[in-house]
């Protein structure tokens, strides 16, 4: 941990951000707000046969969220819909060796906006 109570990757993926932007016409688009602090973000997924081949990520949050994003976008990627479904706020967090409690908040925006991307691909395709 640093001075700040932030972990190496947490700084590694706020200074290198992976997935960063956006997918057109993604097969499956998910954004919500962290009532928190107001931040937003968004989630974009291209999926072939139920396997999540592609993922950015768009956030208007703060550094921890934009670690947690790279982070869960870097998890989800190549994994079936239903498994990426499974990855919890805390797997993301773990994954980073952990966030300051003030920050936990933060993670809720990565792990909830993939979750809604899945959701709205399942729509889309009449799943579920
Ligand atoms: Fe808003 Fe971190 S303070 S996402």
Do not use: Q, W
């Amino acid at each position: 941990m640093t001075e700040v109570g932030y972990s190496e990757k947490v700084m590694e993926h706020f200074m290198n951000p992976r997935n960063v932007g956006v997918i057109e016409n993604a097969d499956g688009y998910g954004k919500v707000g962290n009532p928190t602090c107001g931040d937003l973000m968004e989630i974009f997924i291209s999926v072939k046969d139920d396997i999540i081949t592609d993922i950015k990520f768009r956030t208007f949050g703060c550094g921890s969220a934009i670690a947690t994003s790279s982070m869960v976008t870097e998890m989800a990627k190549g994994k079936n819909i239903d498994e990426a479904m499974k990855i919890t706020r805390n797997d993301v967090a773990d994954e980073l060796d952990g966030l300051p409690a003030k920050k936990m908040h933060c993670s809720n925006l990565a792990a909830d906006a993939l979750h809604e991307a899945i959701k709205d691909y399942k729509k889309k395709k009449g799943i579920e």
